[in-house]
């Protein structure tokens, strides 16, 4: 049975790496947009030597296609992939390395005592490793966490060429 910080450790770390698995996902959602309008732009362009360059525009199609293949297949790894509680605990810990590892031992060691109560772990050790890591964890949770550069860095390319398709579909229809 678990005690009530370790449910608050286990509720913040699940909290976390759901938050990572989001932006993970929508960062990955972001360059596939980037590269379906990078195609649609670039297609438009080339569109003037259909007539005399039918290969190329053929070739262009192709590629367009299998890159986007590319991303949407990348997408979708992401998106069926979770990201662990251990994996997310560590991402917390290198971010703030005031945790000294106590995040991850308050995953780990619980469990370790619970299924080999015979290693010599002290079950006052743990539970004190609890209430101290409970502690930094609700001072954390008033802090941002996860790290959104790279959304806004997508965000920042695929804005433009939002604006620039549909610009040309304005433009030219």
Same mark, same amino acid.
């Given at each position: 049975?678990? $005690?009530?910080?370790?449910?608050?450790?286990?509720?913040?770390?699940?909290?976390?790496?759901?938050?990572?698995?989001?932006?993970?996902?929508? %960062?990955? /959602? =972001?360059?596939?947009?980037?590269?379906?309008?990078?195609? =649609?732009?670039?297609?438009?362009?080339?569109?003037? /030597?259909? $007539?005399?360059?039918? =290969?190329?525009?053929?070739?262009?199609?192709?590629?367009?296609?299998?890159?986007?293949?590319?991303?949407?297949?990348?997408?979708?790894?992401?998106?069926?992939?979770?990201? $662990?509680?251990?994996?997310?605990?560590?991402?917390?810990?290198?971010?703030?390395?005031? /945790?000294?590892?106590?995040?991850?031992?308050?995953?780990?060691?619980?469990?370790?005592?619970?299924?080999?109560? %015979?290693?010599?772990? $002290? @079950?006052?050790?743990?539970?004190?490793? /609890? %209430?101290?890591?409970?502690?930094?964890?609700?001072?954390?949770?008033?802090?941002?966490?996860?790290?959104?550069?790279?959304?806004?860095?997508? @965000?920042? @390319?695929?804005?433009?060429?939002?604006?620039?398709?549909?610009?040309?579909?304005? =433009?030219?229809?």
């Amino acid at each position: 049975m678990k $005690s009530t910080h370790q449910r608050e450790i286990y509720t913040f770390v699940k909290r976390i790496a759901r938050r990572l698995h989001a932006t993970t996902c929508i %960062e990955r /959602l =972001l360059v596939v947009l980037i590269v379906w309008l990078t195609a =649609l732009l670039l297609g438009t362009g080339l569109l003037s /030597l259909a $007539s005399t360059q039918p =290969l190329l525009v053929t070739c262009f199609t192709v590629l367009a296609w299998v890159a986007t293949a590319v991303a949407l297949i990348w997408l979708g790894i992401a998106c069926l992939q979770r990201c $662990s509680l251990e994996s997310a605990a560590l991402y917390v810990e290198a971010r703030h390395p005031t /945790l000294h590892n106590h995040l991850i031992s308050a995953l780990q060691l619980p469990e370790s005592l619970q299924k080999h109560p %015979e290693s010599g772990i $002290s @079950v006052d050790l743990v539970q004190g490793l /609890l %209430e101290v890591t409970r502690q930094q964890v609700g001072a954390l949770s008033r802090q941002s966490l996860i790290d959104w550069r790279g959304v806004w860095r997508q @965000v920042r @390319v695929a804005a433009p060429l939002l604006v620039a398709v549909l610009g040309v579909a304005w =433009l030219a229809p």
